[in-house]
């Protein structure tokens, strides 16, 4: 039922803090425009862990960097070992590493000395986390040898006596080895020599002695390398020496803020060196230091002049640079993406957006460390936000939108990683990245920018060079903003999904001006939200925006504006991550089938166009079409008509069309156009959709994959697709099938069929393609209803095999033979076809479908058993196409007819199709 309606004033705005974002992001090309940049463009990116490579905006960086970390963390997840009792009654202070690396022996060897106070004494030892198959030779305490032991992957020191709480206690351990685990890596890299590390979560323990727990930061740390003449180390901190005798390498390296184990690295390497300088709101300049592969520099100083005004934009809006005492830098390395050694990322693509990120990164998880990485979003999440912040620095509001739309996701998982030891749901792109991008765009939106960034900035004061969880995110800025925020929290990071809003409206005169009646319909399963919903009426006076408190599944505000409205737009700066559904209302389903496509022209090229031209998506039809991209620079191919339009497909164009086919991908722009279409409630009132495209799991919301009666399993690249259903064939691929779903084949509705499935490389089989016919159909075409998915790059699936089982699915299974009524090249033939009676036997209404193959008198009458006429349902001109009648039981005179057997006739210039009906008690 719907709530109780609000009467919301449109001043309602003025004391919202919603409007400062609104008025900044406004204002944003005004006053934060550093520079002009030109529209990003689709790249291909540097190949993940599994070789793929991926063709995406150059600004959706967060599938690249997470399928990175994710593998990193995979080999490190054997590692985590929680704190021991010993570890928790110490705090580490200090470290001073004095190492020597070895790359034809790939070892290393040296001496860690720790210093640390006690927190709950007396303490007679202290264990450290070394790898197990590292050798210790000796140890000291304060000073003096000491005796230790080794137990697994951890070394006991003895301290000198008991060391009571408060006091500091100093150890030291040397030892040598061959690390393992993938922490510390020995390469070459264009025939030179090439050390690096990336330790992250727990892989400092295989290289270095040290309490390897996250939320244990040393205060400082001292580091001495040596490394083979030629070589080039870059670390964490100041410089304060480098030598080479033309046998070693030797620096040291000073760094005076706190730091957590997994964020010391090395990086030594023949480097060309470069440094630029950054200039603080105050203050003289900071060097940053650039160490380059010299075949990279080309693509690197494209870059690299960006990384100061980075800094300065963040700066602007965090506060200043956490590490200004020292530096910032980037030193190259072969691992993919990049991670955030603190003072010093380690980079691996000069992608501008993943500079971007790591250099965010020394602010949100350097500065602020997630305290574990159940909170991984603290770190991964604002960072990814970052991005946006950068695209706003450099292009005003327009591009912070557009960067932010790629962190949309739609899927099931919370932000809150329930398994920290689950590498793949740590770093998940789409919920610790991406997600998580957009809680902090959310919170600005709420709050405004004022509230928002002071929160922002109070927080990282709070926790500098701490750490930090969800509950003190929340309590850091209800503190600041006297805002409850627990609803919030609650709802975003351990709740699943985002709302999905129906909306809408009516309006009537009102003294002073007009009320529109405005009724929000939260259509998703699961939790409710409890938001700030922005709503622009729009007059011919101009716009007022209202944000109303909508909280219950459906609730009815209303609005007064001072002049009748021509347009309501529910959150139309897209401050929510959600999905706005503007319904079907009086589909006339007059036409046969609407081609929708989603896949860039630009991007795509020629694997596109061929497909179009082999007419793949439609076969034989006459199709009327519609483009969610501008027309492809050399013009459509001549298959196709001419679009109706771009961009999403509004209602009562959808609702024209009996069949919508929808060619997706999920690249620049048009899932948009698929979440702003009204796709469920097209469904709902009888519209039949087919949708092929990879990355369903973000063209299919809950609401989707419950009206189609499926659910998502792991996996992302397809090998085959096996036909399941007799009349289907197989397709074969003709090339990458990667970001793709698979589902299970155990269905949740009961008219829902496999179509298609994967084979190779599952087991058990994986269903990739499926139909459902509800029962009854939709409301208003009981026929209808029928949706059909087929997962995978349908560009990338045989052409004419594709094409044919379309065509089948276009004329068994959604009982549409296809006219000549829409724009485009001839269609199929059609005969006077009469369907069967559904349902039959049948104690209430039976419906009847039927084709007329050219316009023309039609008579559809009903016999009985003797041939004597009980009732004529269909008797004048009609048209071509597909048509339906329905008997309610009832003869001429409006009687109850008798139960036995009847003959329906249908008649059309002497052509006669006969079906038997059953009438049963």
Not at 616 to 638: L, Q
Not at 642 to 662: D, F, I, K, Q, S
Not at 705 to 720: M, Q
Not at 813 to 821: I, K, M, Q, R, S
Request: include cysteine; charged fraction near 20%.
């Amino acid at each position: 039922m719907p709530g109780t309606a609000a009467s919301v004033r449109p001043s309602a705005l003025a004391t919202h803090a919603l409007s400062g974002a609104l008025v900044a992001l406004r204002a944003a090309a005004a006053v934060a425009v550093l520079a002009a940049s030109a529209a990003a463009a689709p790249i291909k990116f540097p190949a993940t862990p599994d070789g793929a490579r991926e063709v995406r905006d150059e600004r959706d960086v967060s599938p690249y960097l997470a399928a990175w970390k994710a593998s990193n963390l995979g080999r490190a997840r054997a590692l985590a070992t929680p704190a021991s009792a010993n570890q928790t009654a110490y705090d580490v202070h200090h470290y001073d590493l004095d190492l020597t690396f070895t790359p034809t022996a790939q070892s290393v060897a040296g001496t860690v000395k720790v210093r640390a106070s006690v927190l709950a004494g007396p303490l007679a030892e202290i264990e450290l986390d070394l790898a197990a198959n590292m050798v210790v030779d000796a140890a000291t305490a304060a000073g003096a040898p000491a005796a230790f032991a080794r137990s697994g992957d951890r070394v006991t020191v003895q301290l000198d006596r008991a060391y009571q709480t408060g006091e500091i206690a100093e150890v030291g351990v040397t030892y040598h080895g061959i690390p393992s685990g993938g922490s510390l890596v020995f390469t070459t890299y264009y025939g030179r020599r090439l050390v690096w590390s990336l330790s992250e979560p727990y892989g400092a323990r295989t290289w270095w002695p040290c309490k390897d727990q996250p939320a244990d930061k040393a205060d400082s740390v001292d580091l001495r390398f040596t490394v083979p003449t030629g070589l080039i180390a870059a670390s964490n901190g100041t410089r304060t020496e480098a030598t080479d005798n033309g046998t070693v390498a030797v620096s040291r390296w000073r760094h005076r803020y706190p730091i957590t184990t997994y964020l010391v690295s090395i990086a030594a390497y023949p480097y060309a060196v470069s440094t630029d300088w950054y200039l603080p709101a105050a203050g003289g300049p900071m060097p940053i230091d650039f160490y380059n592969v010299p075949e990279s520099l080309a693509g690197a100083n494209v870059v690299q002049p960006k990384v100061k005004d980075m800094l300065a934009a963040f700066a602007a809006r965090f506060g200043e640079y956490p590490f200004l005492a020292e530096k910032y830098g980037h030193a190259e390395f072969t691992f993919g993406g990049g991670m955030e050694h603190q003072t010093c990322t380690s980079l691996g693509a000069y992608i501008e957006y993943i500079v971007a990120h790591e250099a965010a990164h020394q602010w949100w998880g350097d500065w602020v460390t997630c305290r574990d990485f159940h909170h991984i979003w603290i770190n991964e999440g604002l960072a990814t936000w970052s991005e946006a912040l950068w695209a706003e620095a450099t292009g005003g509001a327009a591009a912070y939108r557009n960067d932010l739309a790629f962190n949309r996701y739609f899927g099931p998982g919370t932000i809150h990683v329930p398994d920290a030891a689950d590498e793949a749901r740590i770093f998940s792109s789409n919920l610790s990245y991406n997600k998580g991008s957009w809680v902090p765009h959310m919170l600005r939106g709420m709050l405004g920018d004022s509230l928002f960034f002071g929160a922002l900035r109070a927080f990282g004061q709070q926790f500098a060079y701490g750490t930090a969880t969800t509950e003190d995110v929340r309590d850091a800025f209800e503190a600041h903003t006297g805002w409850d925020l627990d609803a919030f929290f609650q709802q975003w990071i351990y709740g699943e999904r985002y709302p999905a809003y129906r909306a809408t409206w009516t309006s009537a005169p009102a003294p002073g001006g007009h009320d529109v009646t405005l009724t929000l319909v939260q259509t998703q399963s699961g939790q409710l939200f409890t938001m700030p919903v922005p709503v622009r009426v729009t007059t011919a006076s101009g716009e007022t925006t209202f944000v109303v408190r909508d909280s219950l599944r459906a609730q009815t505000f209303v609005l007064r504006v001072p002049d009748e409205p021509r347009a309501v737009a529910v959150d139309p700066d897209q401050w929510i991550l959600r999905t706005v559904e503007t319904p079907v209302t009086s589909p006339s389903f007059d036409r046969p089938v609407l081609l929708v496509n989603g896949v860039d022209w630009a991007t795509y090229g020629a694997e596109i166009t061929n497909a179009y031209a082999n007419r793949a998506f439609w076969g034989d039809y006459a199709v009327d079409f519609w483009d969610c991209f501008a027309a492809p620079a050399g013009g459509y191919p001549a298959s196709l008509p001419a679009p109706l339009g771009h961009g999403a497909v509004p209602p009562e164009v959808m609702g024209r069309y009996r069949n919508v086919v929808w060619v997706g991908n999920h690249l620049g722009g048009d899932l948009d156009a698929w979440q702003s279409s009204p796709i469920l409630s097209y469904l709902e009132k009888g519209g039949n959709v087919l949708l092929m495209s990879r990355m369903g799991d973000q063209f299919l919301p809950d609401t989707l994959l419950r009206f189609l009666g499926v659910s998502i399993v792991p996996g992302t690249t397809l090998y085959d697709c096996v036909a399941a259903r007799p009349g289907l064939t197989n397709i074969a691929r003709t090339g990458t099938q990667s970001a793709c779903i698979v589902l299970d084949t155990a269905r949740t509705q009961p008219e829902t069929q496999l179509l298609w499935r994967a084979e190779q490389n599952y087991a058990p089989h994986r269903g990739i393609g499926f139909f459902r016919a509800p029962a009854g159909g939709g409301t208003q075409r009981a026929q209808g209803g029928r949706f059909a998915f087929l997962s995978g790059r349908p560009y990338r699936w045989d052409h004419a095999q594709l094409r044919a089982n379309v065509m089948t699915l276009l004329d068994d299974w959604f009982l549409e033979p296809l006219d000549l009524a829409g724009a485009g090249a001839p269609g199929r033939a059609l005969a006077l076809a009469f369907g069967a009676p559904q349902p039959n036997p049948s104690a209430g209404e039976v419906a009847l479908h039927f084709t007329l193959p050219r316009a023309g008198v039609a008579r559809l009458e009903l016999l009985d058993v003797a041939g004597r006429r009980v009732r004529t349902l269909r008797d004048g001109w009609s048209g071509a196409g597909t048509h339906e009648a329905r008997w309610d039981g009832r003869d001429a005179a409006g009687r109850d007819a008798p139960a036995g057997l009847y003959w329906a006739r249908l008649a059309l210039d002497g052509e006669v199709r006969v079906q038997r009906i059953v009438r049963v008690r």
